[in-house]
């Protein structure tokens, strides 16, 4: 008897720790991670010969010392008036390891993305970027990111 409530103890003192750690991690946010956006980019390729095709892309960095297999880019949501309109799955690359002691990474949409008719009246897009911080999302805002025209 002794055996099995000191091993139940041990059971749940393991569960109040596992769901303690994960909460914790759950409740960060973006700006508590070391992840520096360094450019985003959006545009519509109007260029005749086939259809039209929307491309986001930038590049994003992180501490040498951090794992990209745990921390990295996950998905592209766009939103217009609060309605998301895209939620791409984001293709990355190893851009190189610099000098300055960071992994940077450039990160697309799919290609041949189909324009969604309500961008051809906008200037600009509303993106959130979401990371996957070891199996869990943490989500980055970026507003008025210029949605330029190629011809």
Known sequence: M???????????????????????????????????????????????????????SGKYELPE?????????????????????????????????SEKGTKEFVYTSPYQTKIIPILMERDSIDVQLVFSVNGLPVKKDLNKIPLTRAY
């Open 2 to 56: 002794k055996r099995k409530i000191i091993l139940l103890s041990r059971v749940l003192i393991l569960i109040g720790l596992i769901t303690s750690c994960s909460s914790n991690l759950s409740e960060k946010n973006f700006d508590e991670l070391d992840i520096k956006i360094v450019d985003v980019q959006s545009w519509l390729n109007l260029m005749p010969g086939g259809p039209g095709s929307f491309h986001i």
């Open 65 to 97: 010392e951090l794992d990209e297999r745990e921390i990295f880019l996950y998905k592209i949501i766009v939103i217009d008036n609060d309605q998301e309109i895209y939620n791409l799955i984001a293709e990355l690359q190893f851009v190189l390891n």
